[in-house]
């Protein structure tokens, strides 16, 4: 834990590219919300709905923009954008260790792994053979990385994540413990009522700065590898399925499954719990709202939203009956229109 | 297994405050459902449909309410709860092993870790520096615990469980495999199109008596902790997002996804598949049933749900077109109700 | 790596049943799709759409039905049904290294384990008492086995696994990694409030040919086993509540979630992210589209779907409002039918 480490303001300005109001050499020991900062404590004022908890609150020094600075009592950097300034700051804090280059005594590694000196593997990990471990690497206790895979510089493997055969993880990369990537794609081949296994070739790919969450799994590729761009940022408990391609930056939330062969533009952002039916195309840029069905390819960018909102159940109950019967209700209005219309003539014409 | 084990159904009777209707020495060696028990086993009539069910049971011994006896053939113990009596016999016939207190060899435990020596840590097992292993604890084989983790008495870590850094579990917890606590929470600033990573600086709280099902997920606090109040009942592949608060004794199950920071109260019932997003207050009492989407706050206890029922694919497809006209629909209604109103008022005037 | 491995034209179409049109020793090395095969690699026709990638590409022979032959300018293999027989030939390539048997010095295995010599044992995996591991078992890194399991012929237990207690494996199937098998079912009776557990004295049984994805979990039963049919696929964090039953050669996707005590019949076929609630039967041959919620039992074989598509987010907005009203329109309407009727009565009256 860093929690004990104090920083000076002056130092925390300098790599925000902020300016100090009061004593540069203010020390912070680690960062809190508004409401349960203390003195020594920075927080941040990034949401303007929060202006009376920023007027009083007891933290020892604020991130916040120059027009909000008469609301403030404390040592104060003035940012640009406060919520980018705290991202920033967090990482001083950040609770992992620092890196302890070497290999735990209990790992497993064939015997041709090539790894690089600086990299530190954790208790217990398992290494297959051909696979190569960048400098800066971190590979978590329990981590199982297969054969012919590449971790590269500066990513973490949290413990207990599975990397199958032939998976490549750029740099800067977290993947998160129970993720599992490379599992065999879902493919089988009908035969007579009976399904007949298609073995997946390809590998996965994932780019440099990607974050991967707890539990998510990405499946390698039926015959070229899965695609996971740069800086894409991928929550807990998300199914990617083989030969999707998703484009840069693209950010998912937990609990999403994602079917084969879709391909995700880059700078989309898709909200919990969806679904994104196969062999579509998504326009970069787009926005799925929660819980939403994609089921056909989305040429333009915008927000996109389906289901329905929620109700007490009672009335829902009662709703759902018609929306079995929206057809025919449709069809009603339609006649009751035309009856009307007739009507209307018919009365004009006497 | 236990299943050899037999228990004089008098003991039985004095441990769920039962009343025994013949011999009080029969002694039973297991479970079993009504249809399935024979001669030696307990079944138990909690549900008034399965009446059939307990005449014709070849069961030894069944638990049934007073109102039933005339139903039974034989030996009983009458309790006022039959379902609740199988509950609690249930756990005299559990299929987990007695713990055997100490270490396996092959565990990998910081040097400052405190364990109690009634704990039982599995095979391959890894403790990071300073946690603190309760007395009656059990560390599944090759369960990770991270550093700085306090795991109360007579908790469960079991197999291949992963606890990053600062994760709290109380007392008789179970947190089965596959689940992830402490993981990063989902926080990224946007900064020109790309995320930069909030590292999440807080931890997990879990409080006493709670169940946390396979695969589920609950990611560490951005600053506070993530909090999961006593009793509460977590099923398998549930994701929970950093800074949510879970209010005592509410169960969620399989599939549901909570997003960051909402607050659940205290004995909600939420089924499975469903998705709360982010920043919502949900009230004590709330029941919310499968797959439905909950987008805003709920103040008021009660059940609630969203979606379309069950259809037919082709009729469904048609209603889903109809769905996106609804708005339109409602107008073209409306537009029927003036028009004939005006005819109504015409008609009187002539 | 199976990739330098090349094979003879004529030997996969003696092992598919097809018939070579040029070459037989020709030889390729591997497979690939139209687009991006070449010299020495084997691609196949299977859609008719890709006809135009048919005639350009450049793989080395093709497998394709008599009637496109003509649009074959390379080495073919005539088939009935190509994707089928790219099914079988894939396995030829598959990435799985050959079962390589004996026991990894860092296993733990108890003193009681029914160990066949042929089967394989990966690193640091844990198998506990009186479990049983048949002829041409694989069983990966950091798989954890507990005790009373069963492990059939040829089976494939990938790493990190975690098997609870008396789960029966049949014949050729594959567990993929983060698969939790035999987790308590999520059963507990309400006392006051709170929730009493109910052990799950029941365990797990999977048929032969079975493939459980990664991240999927499937519970023990609470009294009689949780039981998986012959020939079931389950992709990807599908969870399986206790007592399910699900019928010989089902297939379903990633994400499902399937609730206690539902009978799923045989050759289902399931979409993604679909929801089945508990205590339902679900006749044979029964699809579901993606995102359903299945909440009644279904009787008759057919598609079905619940849900609603996709809309912009503003539209779906004013819709989403109409839902809510959607019983009190239906009445409006039925009311508006009424009044024309009458005034049409009434109008013949005049």
Redesign the interface.
């Known amino acids: 834990?860093a929690a004990t480490r104090t920083i000076r303001l002056q130092d925390i300005a300098d790599l925000i590219g902020g300016e100090v109001q009061g004593d540069p050499d203010y020390r912070v020991s680690?960062?809190?919300?508004l409401q349960?900062a203390g003195p020594g404590q920075l927080s941040f004022f990034a949401n303007g709905r929060y202006l009376p908890q920023l007027r009083a609150s007891q933290a020892g020094a604020v991130l916040v923009r120059a027009e909000h600075l008469d609301s403030v009592s404390q040592v104060a950097i003035l940012v640009d954008?406060p919520?980018?300034a705290?991202?920033?700051v967090?990482?001083l804090?950040?609770?992992?260790?620092e890196l302890l280059p070497g290999v735990?005594p209990?790992a497993?590694l064939a015997a041709d792994v090539q790894l690089d000196p600086g990299a530190e593997i954790?208790?217990?990990a398992?290494i297959g053979a051909g696979s190569v471990i960048a400098a800066g690497a971190f590979i978590?206790?329990?981590a199982?990385i297969?054969?012919?895979c590449r971790i590269g510089e500066n990513s973490r493997v949290?413990?207990?994540v599975?990397l199958?055969?032939?998976v490549t993880l750029g740099a800067r990369c977290?993947v998160?413990?129970?993720?599992?990537l490379g599992?065999?794609g879902?493919?089988?081949?009908?035969?007579s009522?009976?399904?007949?296994?298609?073995?997946?070739?390809g590998g996965v790919t994932v780019g440099d700065d990607v974050?991967i969450?707890?539990?998510t799994?990405i499946?390698?590729g039926?015959?070229?590898d899965t695609f996971i761009g740069d800086?894409v940022?991928l929550?807990?408990?998300i199914?990617i399925?083989h030969n999707v391609h998703i484009g840069a930056?693209t950010?998912i939330?937990?609990?999403t499954?994602v079917?084969g062969s879709t391909k995700i533009g880059e700078?989309c952002t898709i909200?919990?719990?969806s679904?994104i039916?196969g062999h579509l195309t998504i326009a970069a840029g787009t926005?799925i709202?929660?819980?939403?069905?994609?089921?056909?390819s989305?040429s333009q960018p915008?927000?996109?939203?389906?289901?329905?909102?929620?109700?007490?159940?009672?009335?829902?109950?009662?709703?759902?009956?018609?929306?079995?019967?929206?057809?025919e209700?449709?069809r009603?209005?339609a006649k009751?229109?035309q009856?009307?219309e007739l009507?209307?003539i018919e009365?004009h014409k006497e």
Chains 1, 2, 3 share one sequence.
């Open positions: 834990m680690g960062l809190a919300t349960s954008d919520y980018l705290y991202a920033r967090s990482q804090f950040d609770w992992r260790s735990h209990t497993v954790g208790a217990q398992v978590g206790a329990h199982v297969g054969a012919s949290e413990a207990g599975v199958y055969d032939s977290i998160h413990s129970g993720a599992v599992a065999d879902f493919g089988f081949a009908p035969e009522g009976r399904w007949v296994k298609i073995c997946q070739l974050e969450g707890a539990g799994t499946d390698r039926a015959l070229d800086g940022k929550d807990n408990q199914q399925a930056d950010a939330a937990g609990g499954a079917a700078r909200a919990g719990l679904g039916t926005h709202t929660a819980m939403s069905l994609v089921s056909k989305i915008g927000a996109y939203s389906s289901g329905t909102g929620l109700q007490p159940h009672q009335s829902w109950k009662r709703n759902v009956v018609r929306f079995k019967q929206l057809d209700l449709a009603r209005v009751l229109e009856t009307i009507n209307s009365g």
